[in-house]
């Protein structure tokens, strides 16, 4: 029977013990799949499951009673196996076709880009408006609990000061106010002049920043800056895209090691300090938006802004506080000196910077004045 | 048909043990193929494919692994997978969910989620040995919760009973607790002796993680069944101690060796003269991690090649013993371009190092052993897939 036409070469295992046995098995004319030695009945093709095939992998046809026939993924069994048995498997011959393999690279590719650029981010927006705001109010007290652990001192600032800027600070919110903003002072340390929004509506000025500015007017646009996030809810939003690029580089790259894990992370924090530049970004279009109706002007925050841009790589030390230094700084390199400066670190800075390049910030504001 | 009866002719000597192969089949075109279409239509799917995808990928792992010429196989369920990856993406959720938004609650939500890993370990294994198979037989894992528990709660009680003894030795106004306060400087905090406690305990842990690593690999292999054979562990706790050892001693000596490269490229900008500046700076740091780096995926390699020849050595099934023979440097080797592959090509590289590392793993694999063909099958019954899905949303390492 061995040479018989139509008849191929397999594997049987009873599902009993875990031997062997070397078979020829074909079909007959009514049905009917036989082996040979004989080593159970004949049974019709119709009591016997093809499994789905995947590349390589040996073809199998599985009796009702789980003895399995194994096949070598041949062309010529895999032909046999369709001549006689209801073969499923759309996604195996995706997987052989070569144009389709090109297709999913380049649709992949696609649509990993534009899920990073536009998805995530549109997809944390649509959820962190949909969220109840004081969601994040114990993590915004959690920050600024680990904040004043790690890095802010205690402001220097005199209470009247402290409270003239408060006053300021109430002029400035948003008419309709559906949570209590807060503002507090603190001293820098290592983050200098700065201002950090919450997403509870604390909005944290540190010392080094009220003592740079020339006017409160400077402070106050600034503070429209940070309202702006706080309004635009880009903490959480910051959040979601954060849990939403982790989720797909997982999809991608599931299978990698976990030690390289560190180095493809790096394409994700690139694509972070993308976000955070777009969020700046926002925060600005909202201070914009409303420097008018607060008598504001897109000076004050440009002079500030640009004042930080050449206080950059200002350290204090011990004999020197910040704003000593920045204004020493200040007084003997007018702003025209300052500029090659700030040319050759913009070249590269864009993409690792969390905020958008200083002069497309400024250029804006100016915009805004001349248009006014 | 006579020569039917010759299918279980008499032996009257049982054939001479010796060592027979494993092997891998795979390929990476193969595999590319079946990884693009994956990724492509879990994304398109916003992730309900996943779960066959998980099938598919598994399917051909397991079915192009052969032990002396006879084929494993993988026969999970994508529906049981994709209820468990349901349940266990809800779970993770609230998980992160908590952690965020309620900084306070932390610890009580670790505390849960510790709770329930030595459970998910055992919901895990069950679930995928008992949807493996070799030559038409299942493996399986005995669902023992108890060990899994005992395994976990003894280190953390010597760790928490070392803890409170060095507590009560520790005095509340000696120069310790001086030294602490100082490196820790914060504004308007001060730190009591009870902040230590968790310092304490986590440094004590920290010798008893070789221990761990043994009684999980102990508990996972002592559990597991081919067939009717039950598989013994014979591994001893002593082995992994040396082996963190040595690996530990290796990651200090390529923190020294990237120091040192840094110290002698930190000379020579010094004899170039002019000012270091921040660029400089950070050149001379990117050496130093990137040095650094490239030792780490060779020490990471040894131990890894290492723990496996332990594992695999320290198992038998009955009388079949498992031979596993890693050599470290060539795994740290296949870690490190690997990833420098995976890097470069932006994840196209991704199945073509997965593939190659298994070529390897396999190819170094072996069992001593009179051949399975006597082995018969045990009693059969299922898992859920859920163990298996919380283990993979966690990214618990199971290690094996």
């Given amino acids: 029977m061995t040479g018989a036409p139509g008849s191929v070469y397999g594997r049987y295992y009873d599902g009993r013990t875990a031997a062997a046995t070397d078979i020829v098995l074909w079909v007959d004319d009514y049905g009917v799949l036989h082996l040979d030695p004989p080593l159970r009945a004949p049974v019709p093709i119709k009591d016997v499951s093809a499994d789905t095939r995947i590349a390589g992998v040996p073809l199998s046809l599985r ?28 996604i195996a011959k995706l997987e052989g076709s070569t144009r389709a393999i090109v297709a999913s690279v380049m649709a992949v590719a696609a649509l990993a ?19 109840p705001r004081n969601i994040a109010a114990p993590m915004a007290v959690d920050t600024l609990r680990q904040l004043d652990r790690y890095l802010f001192k205690p402001t220097a600032l005199g209470q009247p000061r402290r409270s003239a800027l408060a006053a300021r600070f109430a002029t400035l919110l948003p008419p309709s106010v559906d949570l209590v903003y807060r503002l507090e002072f603190r001293g820098g340390g290592m983050l200098g002049p700065n201002a950090i929004a919450l997403p509870d509506g604390t909005i944290v000025v540190t010392d080094e920043l009220v003592g740079i500015a020339d006017h409160d007017d400077e402070i106050a646009a600034v503070l429209l800056h940070e309202i702006g996030h706080v309004e635009h809810r880009h903490s959480l ?18 299978d990698v090691q976990a030690i390289s894990g560190v180095l493809l992370a790096m394409p994700g924090m690139l694509m972070e300090n993308a976000y955070s530049r777009d969020l700046e970004w926002e925060a600005d279009s909202y201070a914009l938006g409303r420097l008018e109706a607060v008598g504001l002007s897109g000076a ?8 930080l841009e050449r206080c950059a790589d200002v ?20 702003a025209a000196a300052a500029q090659p400066d700030a040319a050759s670190s913009t070249n590269w800075h864009p993409y690792l910077s969390t905020h958008p390049a200083t002069d497309a910030r400024l250029r804006r504001f100016k915009a805004a004045d001349v248009g006014r | 048909m006579d020569h039917a009866l010759d299918t279980a002719p008499p032996r009257p000597y049982a054939p001479a043990a010796r060592e027979r192969p494993f092997g891998f089949s795979g390929n990476a075109r193969e595999y590319f193929r079946i990884w693009i279409v994956n990724v492509l239509l879990t994304v398109a799917t916003i992730g309900i494919y996943s779960a066959w995808a998980k099938v598919r990928r598994l399917r051909y792992f397991y079915g192009h692994t052969a032990l002396d010429g006879h084929h494993f196989a993988w026969h999970g369920e994508p529906l049981q997978i994709l209820k468990g990856r349901f349940v266990a993406v809800l779970a993770f959720g609230a998980f992160a969910a908590f952690w965020h938004f309620y900084p306070d609650l932390r610890f009580l939500v670790l505390g849960v989620g510790l709770a329930l890993v030595p459970a998910l370990i055992v919901l895990s294994m069950s679930f995928n040995l008992r949807n493996t198979s070799l030559r038409n037989l299942r493996f399986s894992f005995v669902r023992d919760f108890v060990p899994a528990y005992r395994m976990f709660v003894m280190p953390l009680a010597v760790a928490l009973a070392g803890a409170a003894l060095l507590y009560a030795l520790i005095d509340e106004h000696g120069s310790f607790m001086q030294a602490f306060r ?19 305990f986590f440094l004590l842990l920290m010798p008893l993680l070789p221990y761990l690593d043994f009684a999980r690999v102990r508990l996972l292999i002592g559990h597991t069944r081919y067939a009717r054979l ?10 992994f101690n040396w082996l963190y050892c040595r690996t530990f001693g290796l990651f200090i000596l390529a923190g020294l060796f990237a120091g040192l490269v840094a110290a002698i490229i930190g000379f020579g900008e010094d004899k170039a003269g002019g000012e270091p500046g921040m660029l400089a700076l950070a050149g001379t740091i990117a050496v130093i991690v990137m040095v650094f780096y490239a030792f780490a995926f060779f020490v990471y390699g040894y131990f890894k090649a290492q723990r496996t020849n332990l594992m695999l050595a320290g198992t038998a099934f009955g009388e079949h013993q498992l031979v596993s023979r890693m050599a470290p440097g060539r795994t740290g080797w296949l870690y490190l371009s690997n990833t420098i592959a995976a890097v470069l090509s932006l994840g196209l590289l991704v199945p073509w190092g997965k593939i190659r590392l298994l070529r390897y793993q396999f190819a ?16 059969r019954d299922g898992t859920g897939a859920l163990g298996e899905e919380l283990v993979d949303a966690f990214d618990l390492d199971l290690g094996l």
């Fill in chain 1, 300 to 307: 004050n925050f440009t002079t500030l802004l640009g004042r």
């Fill in chain 1, 315 to 334: 350290t204090p030390d011990d004999k020197q506080s910040f704003v000593d230094a920045c204004r020493a700084r200040l007084q003997a390199r007018p």
């Fill in chain 2, 182 to 200: 100082e490196r820790n400087v914060a504004e308007g905090d001060e730190f009591a002796k009870a902040d230590l406690i968790p310092n304490l």
């Fill in chain 2, 364 to 379: 170094c694999m072996g069992l001593l052993s009179q051949g399975l063909d006597t082995v018969t099958a045990g009693e």
């Fill in chain 2, 230 to 239: 039950q598989a013994q562990f014979s591994g001893r706790v002593g082995q």
């Fill in chain 1, 237 to 254: 939003r910051q959040l979601l895209s954060h849990a939403g690029l982790a989720t797909m580089a997982g999809l991608v790259f599931g």
């Fill in chain 1, 113 to 131: 880009g534009a899920t990073a650029v536009w998805g995530v981010p549109a997809l944390s927006e649509f959820v962190a408006g949909r969220l």
């Fill in chain 1, 63 to 90: 009796y009702s009673d789980d003895a399995l026939l194994e096949l070598a993924h041949t062309a010529r069994h895999a032909a046999w196996i369709d001549r006689h048995f209801q073969s499923r498997g759309c």
